[in-house]
């Protein structure tokens, strides 16, 4: 039988591996960050009906501008915005997948800030955009100094700022975005796709668009929205680079399916948001609660956990999966991820921990 080797891949694709979250049929999935509340029933019906209307049109291509999902994007977001300013695409990842396409490419580089998410890397190996790794400071802060740095020492075409970070849900302060945006020459990139589960009032880094044209920040609906299974994802800029994007994309993209069940998602947004108070108060107790286990969990601005002091990251994510529970190795050393989910499945997996933790603690006897 061949073998990908046999197989006359691209030389810089040879010994790879795809992005590859673990997928296991267990009762309690923890490992992938998503909102693990379900749809609202009333939202999931409209959305039904909406779907079925674009089922009758099926013969036809889409809408290949999405106007009105632009529009409903731009409604959503607010600052000043309109339908000019916002791209989408099949979830976020395609998004950046298209900067990159449209602003990367061989000889040119794109900077991002480790640890961070790691399918930056993968789509930068992909488009042939070279990916540069800077380092952050203590407990994965980026200040403004180190992110400057970085970019006078690299001089990258592209530069990545994950707000707040993935996988260390680190906040990022606006000061630090600017500080990049002007010592950038090229395109800056803020991914917010966590943005939603900031603390309220948080500002958006949509609020630096006006004055920088080459600041482009990223959404998703995946998150927040407790839409993952639908793929989407959008994107906020001047209308000039945005256009950029169109040079790029695959005609008709998005297809009639997805463009009515975002336009239906769009349309309750404050119902499909309504579980966010519930999730951040569920991260806040994980982050509580493994204090007290003797864990060591880092502050998060998103809807997980990543918490430190394991002795062997492996066995306790093997010793979970027995108990039904998944969650992610990120592969930070002594550390593991943990979403925070429903009331019921964080108690599950704090009372799965408990129970495991004591001899898998660092320094515990």
Known sequence: MPRLDDFPLRDDLRGQVPYGAPQAPLPIALNVNENTHPLPEAVAQDIVVRIAAATLTLNRYPDREFTQLREAFARYLGHGLTAENIWAANGSNEVLQHVLQAYGGPGRSVLGYAPTYSMYSLLARGTGTSWVAADRDIDYVLSPETAVAAII?????????????????????????????????????????????????????????????????????SKAFAFAGARVGYLAGDPAAIDALRLVRLPYHLSAITQAAALGALAHSNEMLGTVAAVRGQRDRLVRELTALGFTPHPSDANFVLFGGLADPAATCAGLRERGILIRDVGIPQTLRVTAGTQAETSAFLTAIAAYAPGQVVGAH
Do not use: Q, W
């Not at 966590?194 to 990223?218: K, N």
């Open 153 to 221: 020492k690299h001089d990258p075409d592209i530069v990545l700022l994950c707000r707040p970070n993935n996988p260390t849900g680190t906040r990022l302060d606006l000061e630090t975005v600017r500080a990049v945006a002007d010592a950038a020459r090229g395109m800056v990139v803020v991914d917010e796709a966590y943005i939603e589960f900031a603390d309220a009032g948080t500002p958006s880094a949509l609020t630096l668009l006006s004055e920088y044209p080459r600041l482009l920040v990223s959404r998703t609906m």
